[in-house]
């Protein structure tokens, strides 16, 4: 297995693990991601629940209801993309950090300039997860790069040798264009000559 698709596999790895671990404190206490996630989506149909839910993140409905959005999408993100980076080579270079973004973004819109110490070990180690699988996709990349600039190498270094060119002559095909052929002996006379010298017959 190459490097950059073990580095992957680690990244995606430690991705997924992070969604479970404490994330940050949100509300009443430190949560993980999938927590977080789970409350929302067993709740979602409950109206009471969830007014009561979102007046206890933001006064305002809308900024709270993005926040909870941001959340649900940055674990999905997470989720997905460590997947991606266990199973498909480079795939988690993308959701992985997109999730981590997300969930970053979610974290400040929560607390403002006191998200930092709200934060809990699995935001930080998502981050080393998405670094992770940032740096095995860029390995994977230039191997793949490389394979294809080889293969094309090759291909243009390829020699198929020179080309055979065959000509028929049939002996209808006059040998010298200065000259005649006499249709009777065949010999050949000047191109002035109006009899063959050899047998006399018109030319």
């Not at 997300?102 to 981050?127: C, E, H, K, P, S």
């Not at 190498?153 to 000259?179: E, F, K, R």
Request: proline share 2%; aromatic share 12%; net charge positive.
């Amino acid at each position: 297995m190459e490097n950059g698709r073990i580095i992957s596999l680690i990244g995606g790895i430690i991705l997924i693990v992070s969604a479970f671990l404490p994330f940050y404190y949100f509300v009443d206490g430190i949560y993980s991601i999938f927590e977080i996630t789970l409350a929302v989506l067993t709740n979602f149909t409950d109206n009471t629940v969830m007014q009561n839910f979102l007046l206890q993140v933001n006064p305002s409905y809308g900024m709270a209801a993005m926040i909870l959005a941001l959340i649900v999408a940055g674990f999905f993100l997470l989720f997905i993309g460590g997947l991606l980076a266990i199973f498909k080579k480079a795939g988690g270079s993308v959701a992985g950090p997109a999730g981590m973004i997300v969930l970053t973004i979610a974290v400040f819109l929560y607390a403002r300039n006191f998200f930092i110490g709200l934060l809990a070990i699995g935001f930080y180690i998502g981050w080393i997860g998405a670094i992770i699988c940032i740096i095995g996709g860029a390995i994977s990349s230039d191997k793949d790069k490389t394979k294809v600039n080889v293969s094309v190498n090759q291909q243009q270094n390829v020699t198929t040798g020179a080309p055979t060119y065959l000509t028929n002559q049939t002996s209808n095909v006059p040998q010298s264009s200065g000259a005649k052929f006499c249709n009777q002996c065949g010999h050949q006379n000047k191109i002035e000559t109006s009899f063959c010298v050899n047998c006399g017959n018109r030319l």
